[in-house]
Structures are given as C-alpha cells and as structure tokens.
C-alpha cells in the first residue's frame, strides 16, 4: 500500500543541473533515500533523509553536488543535482523504510521503491 514515484528525469549536458522529485503515499517511514544504477553497475546510494530530525547523509561521489530534502505536506522528496558529469549517468530511484538499521547501513536494501527515472549527462 505504500508507494513512490520518481519524476524529472532527463537529458543534461555536463556541468549542468537538473531535479528530481519523488512523490509518496503515507507511511511511517524512518529515512527515505535517492538511489541510483548505471549501466552494468550495483545500485548505490547516494543521499538519505531522515524525517524524525532532518538529518542527511550523501555518498562521497555525490557529497556536494546534490541535494536531498523532503516537503511532509506535499509528500514529495527532492534531489537537487548540480554539477553533473557523465559518471552520474544512471537510472535514479527513490526508496524508504521504517526500519532504522536499513537505513543506517547506507545499502540499497530499503524496502519501498519507486520505478525509477533516467538521467543521462553528456560530455
């Protein structure tokens, strides 16, 4: 019943930006989180968010380029990105769980997906 769905995806050059949003169905989620996998590679994370305090946390290829932040009333998370190179090249996912030890470990292992939105930089 609970349910993600990434938009915003696209076609950027590098050095460019571009945003994502995901809209969500209520649920007691502790974190929720931007994933991503490119071509012929593991899903990674790249930013959580975790609703009870605010608190963020991004992966070193993102930190400082991208942006996570989240808007309760509309049920939307965000994922700014600026900055962007061809390694960032992926298809971008956002994903949530009430668990805190899935979101602690910085995994993909989360338990709500969205379908996910392309994003493509080209050189």
């Known amino acids: 019943q609970e349910e993600l769905m990434e938009s915003g995806g696209g076609s950027v050059q590098a050095g460019g930006s571009m945003s994502l949003s995901c809209s969500y169905t209520?649920?007691?989620?502790?974190?929720m989180a931007w994933l991503r996998q490119g071509p012929g590679k593991e899903r990674e994370r790249l930013a959580t968010?975790?609703?009870?305090?605010?608190?963020?946390f991004y992966a070193d290829s993102v930190k400082g380029r991208f942006t996570i932040s989240r808007d309760s009333a509309k049920k939307t998370l965000y994922l700014q990105m600026n900055d962007m190179n061809p390694e960032d090249t992926a298809m971008y996912f956002c994903?949530?769980?009430?668990?805190?030890?899935?979101?602690?470990?910085?995994?993909?292992?989360?338990?709500?997906w969205g379908q996910g939105t392309q994003v493509s930089v080209s050189p």
């Open positions: 994903a949530a769980d009430s668990r805190w030890a899935a979101c602690a470990t910085g995994g993909s292992g989360l338990a709500v």
């Open positions: 209520p649920g007691n989620y502790y974190c």
């Open positions: 968010i975790y609703p009870v305090d605010g608190k963020t």
